[in-house]
């Protein structure tokens, strides 16, 4: 939570007036006069193409959307920051998302649901001039979509059993019997694909010597792993990965990675 005074004292003045007004307008809509969540959506159509809405707590799946549109140098975007439990209940939500997920995305009339799809649509039209988006060959831009989805699914899907079992002390998914050994295992062989990924060739970033949207999932997630000391488990401790280490150490030089991962407070 430290790192976010940091981060905003690195940025101009007017950059850094813009986030704390939006931190201010999120507080805001959580609730209304009465003390009853907002019972509508706040940002309605009609909206300009280029007007860009995420709506969402912090949690790990809206936090890499938010670090990808900061890499894109995005100055405007409209937050609805309220809780899943929150929006899947509202009927205005479900009918801009039938899943009852976040994110969910907004760019004028586009509505998209899928985080990593989110990520790539946010890199390929907003950040191609930051080469965010690898599309200088048919298996560059495959190697980078491999990489959001093992993210997204192998190291999350590991992850998140342990996370929930240790820091959130409920069992997930909600109702499951606890498992810790099994799942403790499959995080450790999942950060050791991505381990030794980077350690092969001295890589320094996932597709190589460039930051790409290749990064983004995979660092969230390998982020919350090190920001929980590996659970307390020796298997998981951030000795084991000296390279991921590494990789997270040069991220953190990112502004948008300061502001939006280590100033998110999704991993706790």
Not at 69 to 96: F, H, M, T, V
Not at 102 to 129: H, M, W
Not at 258 to 263: A, D, M, P, R, S
Request: net charge neutral; proline share 7%; hydrophobic share 45%.
């Amino acid at each position: 939570a430290s790192a976010l005074p940091d981060a905003l004292r690195s940025l101009s003045d007017e950059r850094a007036a813009e986030l704390r007004m939006a931190a201010r307008f999120a507080k805001r809509q959580r609730q209304d006069g009465s003390g009853s969540l907002w019972h509508e959506d706040p940002f309605a159509p009609p909206a300009a193409d280029g007007t860009l809405s995420v709506y969402g707590t912090a949690t790990s799946r809206v936090v890499k959307v938010l670090w990808a549109a900061g890499e894109c140098g995005i100055p405007d975007l409209r937050r609805c920051n309220l809780p899943p439990s929150d929006l899947k209940a509202e009927p205005w939500y479900l009918a801009l998302n039938p899943k009852g997920t976040v994110p969910t995305f907004r760019d004028g009339p586009l509505v998209l649901n899928e985080s990593n799809t989110i990520v790539a649509y946010l890199c390929q039209r907003y950040g191609k001039e930051a080469a965010l988006y690898p599309d200088a060959s048919p298996a560059s831009l495959a190697l980078a979509w491999q990489w959001l989805e093992f993210a997204g699914s192998t190291i999350a899907g590991a992850q998140a059993p342990v996370f929930f079992a240790v820091v959130r002390k409920k069992p997930f998914p909600a109702g499951s019997a606890p498992k810790t050994a099994e799942d403790v295992s499959a995080l450790a062989t999942a950060m050791h694909v991505l381990e030794d990924h980077l350690e092969a060739e001295g890589r320094m970033y996932v597709l190589g010597e460039s930051f790409t949207m290749a990064d983004i999932t995979a660092a969230v997630q390998a982020y919350r792993l090190f920001a929980n000391t590996g659970y307390g488990f020796p298997e998981l401790h951030p000795d084991r990965f000296p390279a991921i280490g590494a990789w997270l150490k040069r991220l953190g030089t990112r502004t948008a990675f300061q502001v939006h991962v280590q100033g998110g407070m999704y991993s706790k």
